[in-house]
């Protein structure tokens, strides 16, 4: 925090409120890519801090009963597919350390008012994982670490096939039809571009166990809790002031 009062050796509010703000990371990549994976291991890892993760995927929009009656031929790949808004400011609100109700998708029915929502609390760490998370500025500028889930496109797709035939109960040749008109296009229009944003790059998602024993060494810098701190708590404070 480079930020102080002019001719003061005191910090401003404004540097002050930016110090006590959660964490924001931003996990983006294409579909299968890794991504959950990533931000599970992250998660793991960081089991002392209170860490929440949210999902681009609760805010896509709900589809009207004429896009529900053709729904094979909706883009759920396009940006705006999502309620990028909404979006924006439950980020917004986490980011101001206020809690928030996210809703749940349900990608069977392609709805996302199941219920009951879920009620976030504030957090010292915010994930935001998506396939569009670096698309919107607004929301970019919301993050503080950026990281870009970099996945062969053919281990992609053989992920893809199995999750949609699996989970989502859905057949083999609606798999690849949605994948070469939407899915495809839209990682190399929309999603692929956005890598330039990304602060970290991580080839192989969660297989690469060394990027994310970096990554969070780097969380637990900037959230200033090294081990001494956390052995004498009362050094957390004076390590804090002179960080300010
Ligand atoms: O988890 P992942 O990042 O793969 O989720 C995004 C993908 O989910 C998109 O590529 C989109 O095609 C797919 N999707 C879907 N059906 C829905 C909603 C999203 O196949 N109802």
Known sequence: ????????????????????QPFVIGVAGGSASGKTAV?????????????????QDSFYHNLTEEELKRVQEYNFDHPEAFDTERLV???DKLKHSQAVDIPKYDFKGYKNN????????????IILEGILVFHDPRVRALMN??????????????RRIKRDTADNARNIEAVLDQYSKFVKP???DFILPTKKYADIIIPRGGDNHVAIDLIVQHIRTKLGQHDLCKIYPNLYVIQSTFQI
């Open 39 to 55: 931000c599970d291991m992250i998660i793991q890892q960081l089991h002392d801090q209170r860490v929440v993760l949210v999902n």
């Open 186 to 188: 839209a990682f190399d």
């Open 89 to 91: 400011s439950v980020l």
């Open 114 to 125: 199941v219920f009951p929502a879920r009620r976030v609390n504030p957090a010292d760490v």
């Open 145 to 158: 670490m950026k990281i870009f889930v970099d996945t062969d496109a053919d281990v992609r797709l053989a």
């Open 1 to 20: 925090l480079e930020e102080r009062k002019a001719g003061t050796e005191e910090p401003t509010t404004s540097a002050i409120d930016e110090y006590k």
